[in-house]
């Protein structure tokens, strides 16, 4: 079965530093892998997956097979950022696979 | 920018009712998905559904649940003989045919059972 790992139950960080979310997965194939944000009071949503190898918001995350990781980072943290954090894996099988998420992470910026 | 719907916001209900959370997906997702999460906990996967049935189901989601699409717009997750347990968010997702994997998440509805 999968599983996903976020170490890191809350993240305290000063505006303008780097920001690393950690995420490990243990899975037997190859997944795909997502970050999903939640600012607070909103819904849950995607902020990026690996396939699309993107930048969002300052947001980049690679993953990295040998280590089974997924990290998000940003190289300079902005106080918006602030949000529950969350790491998701699905299987890439293809159709209506369900998320198997993390515990999430909580990422304060302080000023 | 379309979005996914829930009603009820909030519900609360006496332990052994019924319930039922209603969703309105998105109009041209093809997969919905309904997902619980316990205060203080993950996100837990519950079910997926497709083609007018379900496509995978978790370990929780027995023969207390069952998901219906009444029509052309509702997916509904009902709960029968509600426990103390049962009290969580529920969020119900939908992903296009071209995309399946991008989930698009509901606002949520929180569930009480007293």
């Known amino acids: 079965a999968q599983r996903v790992t976020q170490p890191e139950k809350l993240l305290s960080v000063f505006k303008g530093a780097p920001v690393e979310l950690k995420c490990n997965y243990s899975y037997s194939g190859s997944p795909e892998l997502f970050w999903y944000v939640q600012y607070s009071r909103q819904r849950l949503q995607l902020l990026l997956r690996h396939i699309s190898r993107e930048s969002i918001k300052g947001f980049t995350a690679d993953l990295n097979k040998g280590e089974t990781s997924f990290h998000l980072k940003k190289p300079f943290a902005q106080e918006e950022d602030s949000a529950m954090y969350y790491c998701?894996?699905?299987?890439?099988?293809?159709?209506?696979?369900?998320?198997?998420f993390g515990k999430g992470t909580h990422l304060i910026i302080q000023p | 920018e379309p979005e996914v719907t829930q009603t009820p916001s909030h519900q609360v209900t006496q332990m052994g009712q019924e319930v039922i959370l209603r969703c309105v997906p998105i109009?041209?997702?093809?997969?919905f998905y309904w997902y619980r999460q316990i205060l203080g906990q993950k996100v837990e996967f519950l079910v997926s559904f497709y083609n007018n049935e379900i496509s995978e189901k978790s370990e929780i989601f027995d023969d207390q649940f069952s998901v219906e699409r009444p029509d052309g717009s509702n997916f509904t997750l009902k709960i029968r003989s509600t426990k103390l347990e049962d009290s969580a968010m529920y969020f119900c997702?939908?992903?296009?045919?071209?995309?399946?994997?991008?989930?698009?998440f509901g606002p949520g509805t929180r569930l009480t059972v007293l």
């Open positions: 998701a894996l699905s299987p890439s099988g293809g159709g209506a696979d369900g998320l198997t």
């Open positions: 109009s041209n997702h093809l997969y």
């Open positions: 997702a939908s992903s296009s045919k071209s995309s399946y994997n991008e989930q698009f």
